[in-house]
Structure formats: structure tokens, C-alpha cells
């Protein structure tokens, strides 16, 4: 079959899917709030999956259900019940030893790998994303939930001991900090929005959690366990219209830390919501434009290998995937060969079936994809694969674009979708300077063989993104590394360490060491009258 039949048939009929991918409608009627899952009879929010099916009346997007649309009265109060649940830091959660407030967390990731198979269906169906990549997204964040338990003993471990300098004596601890909004992309809306609301609820803090617009009904299946595994108040969920839901809750100034995930845009207004900004404490994932730079000596097969999967791994929609290609003249035609073989070679299809590519869960989204293509082509360049920017509904065939130039909207925007921009150049300053330019500073891949030639590149490149890939993609892995990045690509460093200090603040006891206070301390710490005065270890 050809590029143009395949993509022409890519969408299925009810009867190709596979009994165990398929799922029922889900029709979300609840939110959690201080401990219950409150009814909820207002507006909803229908859910249309990325998959289209192929039917009698046509092939049409599938109704995977609805949640709720909740109004300002339901935001102001989840944040009530948060605020209470922190009660200036004297509540049950702030208060309650870490051995304890890590048997909840246990409880409740006990509790969700028992959803693993739901849970992976709605994201298949909810995101498009492929089955392997999604069993990939489940498991990894049940992972990070056991690291981070082990990471909070070990940092309990470092802190139970007391200081003695210049004749004085202190205990140094990591405090929570309060209320934390969590916020998490569509393209990672499980993993993200755990790998923030873990850490800040390990250690003490409570949290409000609003799913991301697309990959809400995913988190369904976790909303009994939350109710049952914390005590009220300590995780709570809102739904809708950011304007409507989270407007209020940031005008309060009652959250403490914004974690949140997504573009900058939205990451300035939700800063600017709140009264005090200075107050506030932010941890940031953004936008990125990480590039790749193929240098002359570079292994191809290794490059081009490297290059497809970082530009189009879950359809190019990462934050880390490689949005722009510099290419060395001298290769440059090879490589384009190679890639664009590359791209003919890989499955499309639904994501039941691993396909590589799969449909686009975002609205307009393959617009958005056709109209960069149709401005490039405007403005010099060729769609360099035959069938690359064809379409059906929701699903884009991957356009690799060539030569690009700065005249172009691929330059700068972040097309965040299979649309692969190249570039040649003669001389390194070329990509440097683009490096420097670009508005974002999160990665970028290097692809050469000479040490030579790398290790000149190194040192000013470290001063211009947050992680060098050399011979390979980018990407946020493991999770225990430092995930940052420079300008308008992040703020703050999430890892799993990392984010037990980015949602917890140092403090400490301190007291002259004189007979009196070393007795009271003596006193405190052996009859353990202090959860924060306390020399206990957890293994
Ligand atoms: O969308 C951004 C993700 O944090 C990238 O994670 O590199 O593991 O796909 P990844």
C-alpha cells in the first residue's frame, strides 16, 4: 500500500479494535475535596479521543466521555479544604512523621498499580499515545514514586544529626512550604503531574491538582484511592476553564508553590494571578527548541537513528525532542536520504498497534502542522519526503523540511509535532549562533566522532542549555538526573532528589552551647519530644 492509501485508511473500524484496548465512556461526575469525591451535576467537558473511527455516517472522533466543568465556587473550594488541611503548617499532614506520611504514599502506589491497565488504555485513548510508550509512562512514574521514598529517607538520614559551630548547636531540616498547585502537560499528564505532586506531598506539603485539557480522564481511576489513602484536604482535584478554576486560586495568594508544566504564556499569567509574587515559589517546566548539530565526521547510521527517535518519539510532542536539525553541507545530503528513509520505514497506525506515529490529540493541531509547512514552503523551502504534511482528521504524516532559513515560523516556534526543520551550514558558528538566539535553553545533541572537535564545543555550550547529549537525543532521563533548563525553558531543577529541596525550604534549630541548652536538647531528643529535634533514622 502507498504513504497516500495508508494514511487515507489509517483509522479504524469498531470491529478492528482489539477487545482489551477498547474502553467504556467514561463519564467523570465527581471532584475531590477534602477528603470526598463531591457530585458534581453542572457543565461538563465532553472528551473526543485523537482515534477516529470508521463508521456509517463517516469516520468521526470517539466519544470517550466527559468531565466535570466546575466554576469558581468549587475552585475557592478545593482551596479551602487545602488551607485547611495545611493549617499554617500545624495540621495533621505538615505535623505527621515522615515514616507515617511515607506509608500513605506507599498505600496509594499500591493502590495504583492495581489501575495500570485502565490506566494505560485511557492514555492511549485520551492522547494517542502509542501502547509501548504509555506502559512506559505508567511504569516509570510508579517507579519515581518508590525513588523518591528511598531519596526522602536518605535526605531524613542526612539530617538527623545535630551541627556544633563557633559554640553553636543546631539541627538543619528541610520544612515543607505550604500549598502547592500542580499543574501537568497532555503529552506526559500522569508522569508530570506525579513527578511534582509526590515530591511536595512527601514532604509535607498539601496540594490542588488540576489535570492538563487533554488527559484528564486517566487520572479517574486514581480519585478513590487518593480520598482513602491521605487524610482530607491533602490532595485535592479541580476541572475546566483556567480562567474560570484557577484564576481565583491564584488571586487568593493562598498557594505557596506553582508547579506547573506547560508554555511560558500561561506560566507569566499564572505568576501574575498572584498578589505577592514574591511569595510565591515556582517550579517551571517550559517550552524548548532543542537542536541537533551533525558535524562532518559524524556517524550516520548512529545520527540519523538518534535524530528520528528525538524528533519523532510520541509524534515529535516532547518538550525535549529535537525541533531543529543542523546539518554539515558536507552531509547534508546523505543525511537527508537516510532520514527520509528512515521516516518512510516507520509504522503508522493506531496506538493499540505501537505505531510510531498516531493521531494528534490536540484541537486543530494538524493544522497548525500544515500551515508552518505551507509558510516554509513560501519562503524557500521543499517538503523533502514525497508524502511528508499529508493529512487525515487528526493524523499528520511527518514533512521534513529543508533548507530552512530564519525568514520561517519552524525557525523560532516550537512546532511540538512531526515537522522536522534542517538546516545545512559551513562553519560551527552557524548552529552557535542560533543556540545563543533562540529563546529557549533546555538541550541539545551533538553528533561527531572527533574529541577534538566535541570538546571545543562543550565548554560554550554548557553556559547555553542545561544538558549536552553527545551521540544521542535529548531527553529527560533517568530520572535521577538534574531536568532544567536556561531563558524561557524552565525554572527550578526537578530530578527525583531535586524535588524534595524545590518544594521544601531549610530551617533550623539552633541554640548556644551552653550546660542549659545542651541538657534541653539532651531532654527533646531522648525522650523524643520533637518530631524536627530528632537523631531517629528511617531505614
Ligand atoms: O515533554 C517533556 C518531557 O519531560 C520529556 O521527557 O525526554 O523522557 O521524553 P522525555
Not at 524534595?500 to 534541653?520: D, G, M, P, Q, Y
Request: hydrophobic letters at 40%; proline letters at 6%.
Amino acid at each position: 500500500m502507498s504513504i497516500k492509501e495508508t494514511i487515507a485508511n489509517i483509522f479504524p473500524k469498531a470491529t478492528d479494535i482489539p477487545k482489551e484496548y477498547s474502553i467504556p465512556e467514561i463519564h467523570q461526575k465527581e471532584y475531590l475535596c477534602d477528603g470526598k469525591l463531591l457530585d458534581w451535576s453542572g457543565a461538563v467537558q465532553e472528551v473526543i479521543s485523537p482515534v477516529c473511527i470508521k463508521g456509517e455516517k463517516g469516520t468521526l472522533p470517539k466519544k470517550m466521555g466527559s468531565y466535570p466543568l466546575c466554576s469558581e465556587k468549587e475552585a475557592r473550594a478545593v482551596l479551602d479544604a487545602a488551607v485547611k488541611a495545611w493549617d499554617f503548617g500545624k495540621g495533621l499532614w505538615p505535623t505527621l512523621p515522615l515514616e507515617k506520611r511515607i506509608k500513605h504514599i506507599e498505600d496509594f502506589a499500591f493502590r495504583m498499580k492495581e489501575q495500570r491497565t485502565l490506566i494505560v488504555n485511557l492514555l492511549m485513548w485520551e492522547i494517542g499515545k502509542n501502547l509501548k510508550a504509555s506502559e512506559k509512562e505508567f511504569d516509570r512514574t510508579l517507579e519515581y514514586i518508590f525513588d523518591t521514598i528511598d531519596a526522602v529517607k536518605e535526605l531524613d538520614r542526612s539530617s538527623s544529626r545535630f551541627t556544633v559551630v563557633d559554640g553553636i548547636i543546631a539541627q538543619i531540616r528541610r520544612a515543607p512550604l505550604g500549598v502547592v498547585l500542580c499543574m501537568g502537560p497532555f503529552n506526559y499528564p500522569l508522569n508530570e503531574t506525579f513527578t511534582t505532586l509526590i515530591p511536595a506531598l512527601i514532604m509535607g506539603n498539601v496540594a490542588i491538582f488540576k489535570p492538563p485539557k487533554y488527559g484528564v480522564l486517566l487520572h479517574q481511576p486514581l480519585l478513590q484511592a487518593f480520598a482513602e489513602c491521605f487524610p482530607p484536604g491533602v490532595v485535592n482535584t479541580i476541572y475546566g476553564d483556567g480562567a474560570t478554576v484557577i484564576g481565583p486560586i491564584m488571586g487568593s495568594g493562598k498557594i505557596d508553590v506553582l508547579a506547573f508544566i506547560g508554555s511560558s504564556k500561561v506560566a507569566d499569567i499564572l505568576k501574575h494571578q498572584h498578589p505577592a509574587p514574591h511569595r510565591l515559589r515556582s517550579v517551571l517546566g517550559l517550552g524548548a527548541k532543542n537542536a541537533g548539530i551533525v558535524l562532518k565526521d559524524a556517524d550516520m547510521a548512529l545520527t540519523v537513528k538518534e535524530c528520528i527517535s528525538g524528533s519523532l518519539s510520541y509524534n515529535g510532542q516532547r518538550c525535549t525532542a529535537l525541533k531543529m536539525l543542523y546539518v554539515h553541507r558536507s552531509r547534508v545530503d546523505e543525511f537527508l536520504t537516510e532520514y527520509c528513509k528512515a521516516v518512510e520505514k516507520l509504522k503508522y497506525g493506531m496506538p493499540w498497534e505501537n505505531a510510531d506515529i498516531t493521531p494528534l490529540p490536540e484541537a486543530g493541531k494538524t493544522g497548525y502542522m500544515a500551515e508552518i509547512v505551507a509558510d516554509a514552503k513560501k519562503n524557500g523551502a521543499k517538503v523533502v519526503n514525497g508524502d511528508g504534511g499529508i493529512s487525515n482528521q487528526t493524523f499528520f504524516y511527518p514533512a521534513v523540511l529543508y533548507p530552512v532559513n530564519k525568514t520561517m515560523r519552524v525557525y523560532d516556534e516550537e512546532q511540538f509535532g512531526p515537522v522536522i526543520p534542517v538546516i545545512s551550514f559551513e562553519q560551527i558558528g552557524e548552529p552557535l549562533k542560533y543556540v545563543v538566539e533562540s529563546q529557549f535553553g533546555q538541550q541539545l545533541s551533538i553528533f561527531g566522532t572527533d574529541p577534538d572537535e566535541i570538546a571545543q564545543l562543550v565548554d560554550p555550550l554548557v553556559n547555553q542549555v542545561c544538558r549536552l547529549n553527545i551521540n544521542c537525543q535529548c531527553q529527560r532521563g533517568p530520572d535521577v538526573f538534574p531536568f532544567t533548563g536556561r531563558k524561557d525553558s524552565a525554572e527550578g531543577t526537578l530530578s527525583v532528589s531535586d524535588a524534595l529541596r524545590v518544594f521544601a525550604i531549610r530551617t533550623l534549630v539552633a541554640a548556644k552551647e551552653t550546660a542549659l541548652n545542651k541538657s534541653i536538647l539532651t531532654n527533646i531528643v531522648r525522650e523524643r519530644k520533637s518530631g524536627f529535634l530528632s537523631t531517629d533514622f528511617i531505614f
